[in-house]
């Protein structure tokens, strides 16, 4: 059973840092791509970066650029998500999912998400 | 940036009833199209994928169809368990999710 467990969310004072992880069981880790996805409260779903399966490919949304870092370790089957300089904005529930390619991109699987909360 | 437009943000209807949903794309985006559900306090749902193909498990009464611009998702017949927002999201570059429609009871 493919299960993607997300971490790390909690209380941060705006200016400071978070380091979110994902850890994915029931499928080879090393053989998809992943993306971070989150969603304020009461909104919408906002995508925040992605990353192919060797690292090699990574995108980010243009407001968590410079921000932002997603890295992954294949031997540990996890993602991660380092947030620096976050800002009361960032406040949402985090998800990880994985990203099938059959023709097109899309993410078959979802954490459960994490709340990160930033506030003084 | 792709935008995506998703209308209307919100309905109200009946068990039984037909609903449609509409995306639009800010560009052609061919058939990199993907309609998500999502119930309060949970993750997302795949629902379809390339426009129109129906994700495993998924019931038969889900459909999308559309391409270039201009999507859109049908339920044929709305049950109880289909009250939740949907989500449009396009892949063509990067990911762009629409604004979310909230289906509700009527």
């Known amino acids: 059973e493919v299960q993607l467990v997300a971490s790390g969310g909690g209380l941060v004072k705006p200016g400071g840092s978070l380091r979110l992880s994902c850890a994915a069981s029931g499928f080879t880790f090393n053989s998809y791509s992943m993306i971070w996805a989150r969603q304020a409260p009461g909104k919408g779903l906002e995508w925040v970066s992605s990353?192919?399966?060797?690292?090699?490919?990574?995108y980010y949304a243009d407001s968590m650029k410079g921000r932002f870092t997603i890295s992954r370790d294949n031997a540990k089957n996890s993602l991660y998500l380092q947030m620096n300089s976050l800002r009361a904005e960032d406040t949402a529930v985090y998800y990880c999912?994985?990203?099938?390619?059959?023709?097109?991109?899309?993410?078959?699987?979802w954490g459960q998400g994490t709340l990160v909360t930033v506030s003084s | 940036d792709i935008q995506m437009t998703q209308f209307p943000s919100s309905l109200s209807a009946s068990v039984g009833d037909r609903v449609t949903i509409t995306c639009r794309a800010g560009q052609s985006i061919s058939s990199y199209l993907n309609w998500y559900q999502q119930k309060p306090g949970k993750a997302p749902k795949l629902l379809i994928y390339a426009a129109s193909s129906l994700q495993s498990g998924v019931p038969s009464r889900f459909s999308g169809s559309g391409s270039g611009t201009d999507f859109t998702l049908t339920i044929s017949s709305l049950q109880p368990e289909d009250f939740a927002t949907y989500y449009c999201?396009?892949?063509?570059?990067?990911?762009?999710f629409g604004q979310g429609t909230k289906v509700e009871i009527k």
């Open positions: 990353i192919s399966s060797t690292s090699t490919y990574i």
């Open positions: 999912a994985r990203t099938l390619h059959s023709g097109v991109y899309y993410e078959d699987y």
């Open positions: 999201q396009q892949s063509y570059n990067t990911r762009t």
